[in-house]
């Protein structure tokens, strides 16, 4: 499986960004994609998890504030960022797990930035 991400970028305090990943290759029907991020001197962490069957996992740091959702191909899953706060700023990555899983790691996209800054 190839992920790949898109839609990083700068916004200000209190914004709105998108984040999408596609995915191409042998794709099993059984599978849950995700987005984790990764800040400059922190571990990476799961930001949120949707399962093929549309079931969703969020960090608490982000529940309320960001949507994880999925196309009807459920072949590209998007992320959306509402209310961002500096915090927020990180490198994020998107990931695919071959099963129902709250952490799919088998595969991972290229990161893109997301900076929130005035």
């Known amino acids: 499986v190839q992920l790949q991400a898109s839609g990083g970028g700068l916004v200000q305090p209190g914004g709105s960004l998108k984040l999408s990943c596609a995915a191409s290759?042998?794709?099993?029907?059984?599978?849950?994609m995700g987005w984790y991020r990764q800040a400059p001197g922190k571990q990476r962490e799961l930001v949120a998890t949707?399962?093929?069957?549309?079931?969703?996992n969020y960090a608490d740091s982000v529940k309320g504030r960001f949507t994880i959702s999925r196309d009807s191909a459920k072949t590209t899953v998007y992320l959306q960022m509402n209310s961002l706060k500096p915090e927020d700023t990180a490198v994020y990555y998107c990931?695919?797990?071959?099963?129902?899983?709250?952490?799919?790691?088998?595969?991972w996209g290229q990161g893109t930035q997301v900076t929130v800054s005035s």
């Open positions: 990931a695919w797990g071959n099963k129902y899983t709250n952490y799919p790691t088998d595969y």
């Open positions: 290759g042998i794709i099993f029907s059984i599978n849950t």
């Open positions: 949707i399962s093929s069957g549309g079931s969703t």
